[in-house]
């Protein structure tokens, strides 16, 4: 009879079973692929459809709807989206829904006024494109502009007096035109976006269009940036939409621009800070080429917090 001593020798002689090899490790997870985004385009006085995508800022969009329609990007004056009238409540600004249908603005004919400035405000609203264009947003009623019919919304200003303004920003041209002299004549070199034979009218707002209804839909829209790449964003919250609202109607009366991008990037500066202190220094620092006076930025702070307030 084999001892108990023996058997614990022979099993510890015994061959063990091999453990299971180790599982592999888990792969990484794929990064999240960014969408395709695709955008249909058409030129605004009549053209076949184009679609464009992979474009970064507003200079790359505006390259890639001319290389689409065989022109040079120096021709398209602004964009609006989903209309193709000469409307600036639909004026391609900071931001495009994925589903907006991109209409293009180009050249159309030159034409030269002469204005003298018989009052302090001439009373026009300028905006820029983004890529080197400045151009009429608004004319007030009753003022210096509004009584020379030959300007018009939409109307890019291309010199005063022979001097070009091709590329300025539209904070600089407003303030070129603040500081034109009273009394003294100055001439206007305008160039008005090529129309159809229905867009007319251009002064004041027509009547809606049904095919010309917002289409926007989804949560996320594509922001532009003048400067950087563009990025793909949530639709602005109510509060948001509303503290830029305000901020740009300041932005209109302090500096006789409207900017939504502009606006946008105040709102957003103003939620990292909490005073107007250091909401002022953080504007320096961001967008100090504009040298907002004191008490604009004060009035800026105020506006948002009011916006803040109305949306709960």
């Known amino acids: 009879m084999e001892s108990a001593a023996a058997q614990e020798t022979r ?21 999240r692929a960014r ?10 006085h009549g053209s076949p459809t184009g679609k ?13 709807i001319a290389e689409a329609f065989g022109i040079a990007p120096t021709e398209i004056l602004f964009c609006t989206l989903n209309s ?29 006024v002469e204005v003298t400035k018989t009052e302090d405000a001439l009373g026009l ?14 004319i007030k009623e009753g003022s210096i502009i509004n009584r020379i019919q030959a300007v018009c919304v939409g109307d890019s200003i291309e010199a005063i007096n022979d001097h070009s303004i091709v590329g300025c920003r539209h904070y600089e041209v407003a303030k ?18 090529k129309r159809a034979f229905d867009m007319i009218g251009q002064r004041s707002r027509g009547s809606k269009c049904p095919m010309e209804a917002k289409v926007t839909s989804g949560r996320e829209t594509l922001r532009l940036r003048s400067g950087g790449a563009a990025s793909l964003e949530e639709v602005p919250s109510e ?9 740009d109607d300041l932005l209109e009366s302090y500096m006789g621009i409207r900017d939504p991008e502009l606006a946008s990037t105040m709102v957003d500066t103003s939620k ?25 930025v004060v009035e800026v702070w105020a506006a948002i917090g009011e916006a803040r307030e109305a949306c709960g």
């Open 11 to 31: 099993d510890a002689e015994a061959p063990r079973p091999s453990a299971p090899p180790p599982s592999p490790a888990e792969p990484p997870a794929a990064p």
């Open 176 to 193: 070129m035109l603040r500081e034109l002299p009273k009394s003294q004549p100055f001439t206007l070199r305008l160039v008005q976006p």
């Open 272 to 296: 990292k800070t909490l005073s107007v202190q250091e909401f002022a220094h953080r504007l320096d620092s961001v967008l100090g080429e504009f040298a907002f006076p004191d008490e604009f």
């Open 239 to 247: 509060f948001e939409e509303e503290a830029s609202r305000r901020v």
């Open 35 to 44: 969408p395709r985004l695709v955008f249909r385009t058409q030129l605004a």
């Open 125 to 138: 609203t300028i905006t820029d494109n983004g890529a080197g264009y400045a151009f009429i947003k608004r």
């Open 52 to 64: 464009i995508e992979g474009f970064t800022n507003v200079r790359e969009l505006y390259a890639k």
């Open 84 to 112: 193709h009238k000469v409307d600036m409540q639909k004026l391609l600004g900071g931001q495009i829904g994925l589903e907006d249908f991109i209409f293009a603005h180009v050249r159309g004919e030159t034409k030269e």
